[in-house]
């Protein structure tokens, strides 16, 4: 029945006159791809599109938020404690004014691929690829930092309870004062009945005896930083008037602020990568006032990328 | 294709299998009713990988001790990658993809009237996301062979033995194979993401004139809620499944109690996917039976927008519901009662489903093709799966359910039940459309029949099985249960040739079947208005659409075997409101 007549299909559609095929662009916009009528169809599209999977994203992100906030309602003193004594609030505030700046470069940028202004566009996007490698850049100190006083994810991180010691220096005791007996009778208790012995709280803790336990960090790691300042003495106090439970859970802290901003970092790279490739683009001039969805689209991910860093911002560097 | 008389046939129809040739033609098409295609092939070939698993569990459980093996440790280890490796390749790889996928994508642009959905791009993207993930999925298994073949050690993984949940602690401290099965869980998932946010954009642009949104094909509006779900469900599977990675690969401590981390929280994250990955499974299967009850009953779809609705209300109910996953896990009593109640409220959406089809069917002039069978099998067994979800959501009556072949067999009845006949009977409703031949419908029925009474002796047994206390995921069992496990394993062996009889089926019709007409069941939905096969392009005009359960404007013709329209002595504006293609002059 392919006789279209009888469907009311003309016979000579598939390559008559309508030629929607994809050889039959000549008087076509150039970017309108063949299955959308109009360009303003394919931008609505686009958009929409875009805005679903920003949906996504600001999902993926939050099953994050989510653990964030199930672990700080659980031992909001460990957040504060490891906020407080280890994260830089200044490198903090000063990303944030990066990214922020670089977000108005962006929508500045989209406005002048709207209104026709090529060079401005061009400008535009360098300066967000310059606040964006500024972000990468001042995170990468930071992240530095916390590999340089072992507060990395997991277990490089001497609170974690799988904690390697990646340095020789990190069994403290030996190096420094001896162990204070507050919390454990010794730091490396020779079996799990003498840990026993010794501690108030007995329940959780034997598993973990040993250098590398949990009772260890109380005992040796704060220390073990040779060059012990006021604030890492303030450090150690704070952190032996946490409670034993909560000791356990310092490392969650830096898990939670690793992968949150990690993930993060991510998806900044990513957009610069996208940038560089507007950029290109924009350079070889191929964005006007009838096209320029992409600089739209990649500006709309842009402010994503912006907006996810305020949340992260104060949670994790001005809440304690 | 079969031509009436007087009109000799186009030298040479263009359409979309023949359109272009070469392997890269296919490998790099942007054409959605191609990639419909690929995705049958994959999801077909990993449905005969889960059902090969499930017929090994079967066969294995044939006595309560383990008969396969002579070494008890081998014999467990073969079983707990069994099932595990069976519910991970069936959901995530079979069942979640299949109807949206596969015949979404090849339906949806047709029913829309559109060329293709509105990113073609994303949607290979999407495609190759999918084999990406299964080649995660086959290292896995390859690991396991070789580990027990030869003893070899793959890196980070021999099998798969956390079950397709994935539960921490055991995923994240003690499992095997836990990092390359979630990484690829996690790549599938974008397959997921992609298809829905493709379908979305798709839905809400690419409409054809007249279409409105109570005017869209009922397929269309449940592929629009199943969407919605893939697009805010999946994203927070991707992120428990990268926890799951860091967890094992860098003890980031969010999970594991070992360092301070909370696995019960695993549990919130994964069912709150995994529940409405439910919905994502049976929406869109009860899409396509609104279709095929319609037009294989020859009625106006009964209840239009009760039915369209009610698939977003099951989108939405779906998201608040998880927690009755986790009656046992230490959840508060507070939290129990409430997930219970709202566990019962996803019971109304579904009720106002199966009562419109009945409502359908009614009076209809219900044909018995292998789609209808197909159909009217769903609504049966949906029903029973239905009504034991709801033991299931009552609190006192899970405590003693949970974790026994009672969940096992009620999830059977949805997912397979209800989500697999969905799919076969869909597969068999647009088959002519696909591919421009008819299969032969004698052996579609004998085959349909079969597999609906294989499927019942498989899975009612284990409700019995459950009740009496039977617990799920036990290599070796109490001789007490041995009866039912002998069933459901003669019932899985009927089943399994009743799915070879259509196999069969597919493939003789493809080489051998008769063309197709292109209006082989007189539906009106707009894909019967192209071409069987569709061109490349798929209309050659815009269609305009009208509404598309009224069939009346199609009458029966024996020359070609297939529906046209009633031309004649019935006036244009008549015509009209049958709802037609009309050309359009511009």
Known sequence: ?320 | MSVAQPIPAPAKVDNYLTHDRGFMSWAFTLDHKRIGLLYMGGVLTAFLLGGTFAVLIRTFLLTPHAWMFKDKVQAHLFYNNMFSLHGAVMVFMFIIPAVPAVLGNFVLPLMLGAKDVAFPRLNLLSLYCWFGGAIFFSYVLLGGVFHAAFGVQWPGGWGLDTGWTFYTPYSTNYASGTVPATLGAFILGFSSILTGVNFVATIHTLRARGMAWFRMPLFVWALYATSLIQILATPVLAITLLLITAERTLNVGIFDPHIGGDPVLFQHFFWFYSHPAVYIMILPAMGVISELISVHSRKHIFGYNFIALSSVALALLGFIVWGHHMFVSGQSNLANTIFSILTFSVAIPSAVKVFNWLGTLYKGSIRFTTPMLYAMGFILLFTIGGLTGLFLGALMVDIPLHDTYFVIAHFHYVAMGSMLFAFLGGMYHWFPKMFGKMYHERTGQIAAIIIFIGFNITFLPQFVAGTKGAPRRWAEYPEQYQKYHVMSTCGAYMMTTGLLIVAFNWLHGLMRGRPAPDNPWGGNSLEWHCPSPPPHDNFAVPPVADDPYNMGGWEYDKTIGGWVPRSHEISPSETAAAGRTRPVSH
């Open chain 1, 1 to 320: 029945m392919s006789s279209a007549s009888q469907t009311d299909l003309p016979l000579a559609a598939p390559h008559g006159d309508h030629a929607h095929g994809d050889h039959a662009h000549g008087d076509h916009d150039p970017h309108l791809a063949h299955h959308f009528d109009t360009p303003e169809q394919q931008m609505t599209s686009a958009k929409l599109g875009m805005w679903v999977f920003l949906g996504t994203e600001v999902l993926m992100f939050g099953g994050l938020f989510c653990a964030y906030s199930i672990n700080r309602h659980n031992h909001p003193e460990v957040f504060a404690f490891a906020a407080e004594s280890y994260l830089n609030v200044f490198w903090g505030t000063l990303n944030t004014l990066i990214l922020i700046s670089s977000s108005l470069t962006m929508a500045w940028g989209v406005r002048a691929a709207q209104l026709n202004q090529k060079r401005l566009l061009v400008v535009c996007l360098i300066l967000t690829l310059l606040g964006a490698a500024g972000f990468m850049v001042i995170k990468s100190i930071e992240y530095t930092a916390k590999w340089d006083e072992h507060v990395w994810v997991g277990k490089w991180n001497q609170y974690n309870a799988d904690y390697k010691g990646s340095e020789p220096e990190a069994p403290g005791p030996a190096l420094n004062a001896p162990p204070t007996p507050v919390m454990t009778p010794a730091a490396s208790p020779a079996t799990p009945s003498d840990a026993n012995a010794g501690q108030d709280v007995s329940m959780i803790k034997p598993r973990y005896g040993g250098p590398s336990g949990l009772a260890a960090p109380t005992a040796h790691p704060n220390e073990s930083i040779r060059e012990s300042s006021l604030n890492e003495r303030v450090r150690v106090e704070r952190y032996r008037s946490l409670s034993d439970s909560e000791q356990w859970h310092v490392s969650a802290f830096f898990s939670c602020y690793f992968l949150m901003t990690g993930l993060h970092g991510l998806h900044v790279l990513i957009g610069m990568g996208v940038i560089t490739w507007l950029l290109i683009r924009a350079i070889k001039g191929e964005f006007s006032a009838e096209y320029f969805t992409p600089v739209d689209l990649v500006g709309l991910y842009w402010h994503l990328v912006d907006i996810i860093w305020i949340f992260l911002y104060p949670l994790l560097y001005l809440i304690h």
